[in-house]
């Protein structure tokens, strides 16, 4: 035991002691001795004058805040909550609190106020929370007659419900209100704001609504400003944002409406000056560019396969126009010219462009030139190598160096390692040469590292082309291919990139995320064609749409530095569940610099737009994010009958990350969707057309010729289709005419810009199951991943979404133009959940993307016309060493072979009487020719 001196009444005390037996100070107040017993600092004994004062100030302070007539803000609790928040957390401690008690009479504290203060604090959440629930009670209450006539200068006939009145008086410094499809969200902001007007006193000026669209603002702007009256500010983001930057700029900027032309400048032109970006750029597009895709990134061998018969894989040459070959059909009669030269998988493409920009002849998938005695079909290597004399074959194998695949079985690696042996063995015996290349090696090193030590082992010079005049050709025969396509891709990144808040230190932060070769060569070359079109803007002092909000951003903080006041106490936000990363920060900070509240209202159901750069989880996390607030719902919805949206709501809450919610409607309706089948195996575009008509009878059999139709396609494509088939004919204005019913009223939009609007009825177009189909399996790239959003709660979320969007456009009936062979996956999951009536002929199982299978190895089958048999064949996508499985008939799914009694043809499926057969391809039907050898197909 040691002695210490006490810090209160300077007394010598055991270090031991609880307290101070002078003076009763707790023992945490005491210096406590290290190892050498020495006494350390000790802190500052309780003011106990300090705690009179801040009990009467927080006393009052809390009075005044839970007065009836006054709604706690956020802010408002947080201030209060650390006004007292300290002397609790002390008190708290029994020491301190009998110190305190015992010092009391010296100090004149009001004991029965300190107790009081503490209870007060303890529950403070809770109380403000009661409060504001009975303050809005009471507001709702008091105001009946005043909202029941608030909308009559817009409408006569709204009233708003009680949820809406309860979204109206709310009052927090953050407030998320979560509207249903058809809900009234922005009935429920105009009456937001004429509330603020004319019960809060908030003067017009201070109030600024922001929505996305023209289209929204010309509505907020029809209700708000011309039919209430009320001159508050209503405008875009963009806008908004502009107008900072115009007043805060020495020399205001202009619109910037150029990015294409300034970037395809670039690549068109200044390019040729940066031999170095030059190459990078050829290199990119010549072995990365439309080919990110690699075997080892899928899942399963079933989803390589489907990829592979999805893609073609086009090289540079092709490109340039240099591939020109000129094939045989039917012994020579017929010729065919192709201008272009697709390869089967993208690391075939890299091969062969390493070739070509290295100066080597190749010739891709030639028929081996010898003779080989038994061969049922002709051996093509994937490539002959030709330099001068010297040639060589090369085949690429879809396995690792040491012979593994991701994807391959055990039994499909091990037929195809005998393949290989196969093809050693004959190249040996033929006296041929042949090279080896592989989809992966042990190093990691890349392909075409692996490719130039081999050729240049093997005894090839490789001789670089000037890249120069590679890029050149390409610019003047293939801009549509090459530098169009690349000039729309950096416009998208760049307009991401800026999106995302990155400036341009932000290439480095990107590099940081990745170790992917193609995406960090694709860096190498956004990044100066970043620096070289910000340049251009600043030279001719424009802004483009994403730097108004990063700039408006920037000047915020100077307002803020300067002292400067902003006008802006409520900022309304129309669809949040679309708001960027940029445009929340934006929001955020002009929120704390006006001290402004903010009101976000939305729908987290519908959040389409991740491709713009929209992240719901903005939405969703708004709260957290804000670090407060209140989430109110709308739930009630006029647009929709309750049995849609029972099933329109169930389907779009299978993802458990959307806010959870069930929407309430006075509207019923039997059979709210209604299937119309048609037989997508013929003519699919036609008979879909038909289908549509066949809808459109049936609606206004029911509702009359007035009624509205709204027909939403998921591609803008859908409705040239529709067009395209002669029953109906485009209009101006998305209008939509039948020739069979010229008197409807049929407008045609996609899913995401009929987002917002209501029509009678709605007929659904594109509910294919495919890559262009609903929900749309065309993957994002990569590299565009870097900088943009993707929802990952649950497969296809934002299309699930969408079709939940599709579904609620319709004040009555939604009917659903149902493919029978190859229904979408969304389709087949409403009617097993709901019971939707529909055909036997309907195809309940989900379709793959492409239905025709292999018969031997059952991998997709993919058309395409084969140079070396002069033919358009149906070929297996599965690797050539594992099944080499090819048909000429969709129908009669057989295996070609050789002909055995004649040099050059080969036996194919032909039909006689609605019977198939083999039959020879050396014979020739309108001269009565050729080789007549014919086989029965058992």
Request: charged content about 30%.
């Amino acid at each position: 035991m040691a002695l210490i001196t006490c810090p209160e009444c300077s007394k010598r005390i055991s270090d031991r002691a609880e307290a101070c037996p002078h003076c009763g100070l707790p023992a945490r107040f005491f210096g406590r001795t290290g190892a050498d017993r020495a006494e350390a600092e000790v802190p500052e004994p309780l003011d106990l004058a300090a705690l009179r004062n801040t009990l009467i100030s927080y006393d009052h302070a809390y009075q005044t805040l839970f007065s009836p007539s006054h709604y706690i803000t956020g802010r408002e609790l947080a201030g209060l909550r650390s006004m007292f928040g300290e002397w609790a957390e002390l008190l708290g401690d029994k020491s301190a609190y009998e110190h305190c008690r015992e010092s009391a009479p010296g100090f004149a504290i009001d004991l029965d106020l300190l107790n009081l203060c503490l209870r007060r604090h303890e529950s403070l959440a809770q109380d403000a929370e009661a409060h504001n629930s009975l303050f809005v009670d009471r507001a709702v209450e008091q105001n009946r007659a005043y909202f029941d006539s608030l909308l009559a200068d817009m409408d006569p006939k709204i009233r708003l419900d009680e949820e809406q009145r309860r979204a109206v008086v709310m009052d927090d410094d953050y407030c998320l209100l979560v509207a249903g499809a058809g809900a009234g969200k922005t009935t429920t902001m105009a009456a937001k704001v004429k509330y603020l007007v004319e019960k809060k006193n908030v003067p017009p000026e201070d109030i600024i609504v922001i929505s996305y669209t023209r289209k929204a603002i010309d509505e907020l702007k029809e209700r708000i400003n011309k039919a209430l009256g009320i001159p508050a500010k209503i405008c875009t983001f963009h806008s908004f944002a502009y107008e900072i930057v115009r007043k805060f700029s020495d020399s205001p900027p202009e619109v910037n409406y150029s990015a294409y032309s300034i970037i395809f400048d670039m690549l068109e032109k200044e390019v040729f000056g940066d031999k170095e970006l030059l190459r990078k750029l050829l290199l990119f597009l010549g072995f990365y560019f439309d080919l990110p895709a690699e075997a080892m990134s899928y899942e399963n061998l079933n989803q390589y396969h489907l990829a592979k018969a999805a893609q073609d894989y086009e090289t540079l040459r092709s490109g340039a126009g240099e591939y020109v070959k000129r094939v045989a059909r039917q012994r020579g009669r017929v010729m065919k010219t192709l201008t272009g030269e697709y390869l089967r998988s993208a690391q075939e493409v890299q091969i062969a462009n390493f070739l070509y920009l290295n100066g080597l002849d190749y010739e891709y998938e030639p028929v081996y030139g010898r003779a080989i005695r038994g061969a049922r079909k002709k051996y093509t290597p994937d490539f002959i190598i030709r330099q001068g004399e010297h040639e060589a074959y090369l085949e690429h194998y879809a396995v690792s160096e040491s012979g593994y695949s991701y994807v391959l079985t055990p039994g499909e690696l091990a037929r195809y390692a005998a393949a290989i042996k196969d093809k050693r063995k004959l190249h040996r015996q033929m006296g041929t040469t042949l090279l080896e290349t592989w989809a992966w090696y042990k190093d990691r090193r890349p392909l075409t590292a692996h490719l130039r030590e081999l050729l240049e082992n093997e005894g090839f010079v490789l001789r670089e082309r000037d890249f120069s005049e590679v890029y050149k050709k390409l610019t003047e025969t293939s801009k549509d291919k090459y530098v169009f396509k690349m000039v729309q891709f950096l416009i998208a990144f760049i307009a991401q990139f800026k999106t995302c808040g990155y400036d341009a230190g932000g290439f480095e932060a990107l590099r940081a995320k990745t170790d992917n070769p193609r995406t960090l060569l694709f860096l190498d070359i956004a990044e100066p064609v970043y620096n070289y079109y910000q340049k251009r803007l600043a030279e001719q002092n424009r802004i483009d749409f994403e730097d108004m909000i990063n700039d408006a951003h920037f000047y915020l903080s100077e307002i803020e530095r300067l002292n400067l006041e902003l006008p802006y106490k409520y900022i309304i936000i129309d669809e949040f569940q679309d708001i960027a990363r940029q445009r929340f920060n934006l929001t955020k900070r002009l929120s704390e610099i006006a001290r402004a509240k903010v009101v976000a209202v939305g729908d987290d159901w519908q959040s389409i737009f991740a491709f713009s750069g929209s992240d719901l989880g903005l939405f969703t996390r708004f709260l957290e994010l804000m670090g407060g607030g209140v989430e109110m719902k709308i739930t009630h919805t006029y647009r929709n009958s309750q049995e849609l949206i029972d099933i329109a709501g169930g389907f779009v809450q299978k993802n458990a990350s959307q806010i959870k919610k069930r929407l309430v409607s006075p509207k019923r309706l039997d059979e709210p969707i209604r299937l119309v089948e048609f037989d997508d195996g013929f003519r699919p575009d036609f008979a879909m057309a038909k289908a549509a008509e066949e809808a459109i009878g049936r609606i206004i059999a029911e509702y009359g010729e007035k009624t509205s139709i709204l027909l939403i396609g998921r591609y803008n494509y859908d409705g040239f289709k529709l067009c395209r088939s002669g029953r109906f004919r485009e209009l101006p204005g998305n209008r939509i005419k039948s020739k069979k019913y010229p008197k409807a009223a049929l407008t045609f939009m996609t899913a995401h810009s009929a987002k917002g609007l209501g029509f009678d009825n709605v007929v659904i177009l594109n509910m294919l199951e495919g890559k262009f189909g609903f929900p749309c399996q065309l993957e994002d790239d990569p590299i565009m991943k870097l900088v943009r959003y993707e929802d990952l709660s649950l497969p296809f979320a934002e299309e699930r979404r969408l079709f939940y969007v599709a579904l609620t456009r319709t004040k009555n009936r939604v009917y659903i133009l149902t493919p029978q062979r190859r229904p979408s996956r969304f389709l087949i999951e409403l009617i097993n959940d709901y019971k939707l009536r529909h055909s036997e002929r309907l195809n309940m199982e989900i379709a793959d993307l492409f239905s025709l299978r292999c018969p031997v190895c059952g991998y997709p089958l993919k058309y395409e016309f084969n140079k070396n048999y002069g033919l358009g064949l149906y070929l297996c996508t599965n690797e050539p060493e594992v099944c080499d499985f090819m048909t000429n008939s969709r129908t009669h799914l057989y295996d070609i072979y050789k002909c055995d009694q004649c040099r050059d043809g080969y036996m194919v499926v032909k039909v006689k009487d609605n019977m198939p057969f083999y039959g020879c391809t050396g014979y020739d039907s309108e001269t009565k020719t050729g080789c007549r050898n014919t086989r029965p197909i058992l």
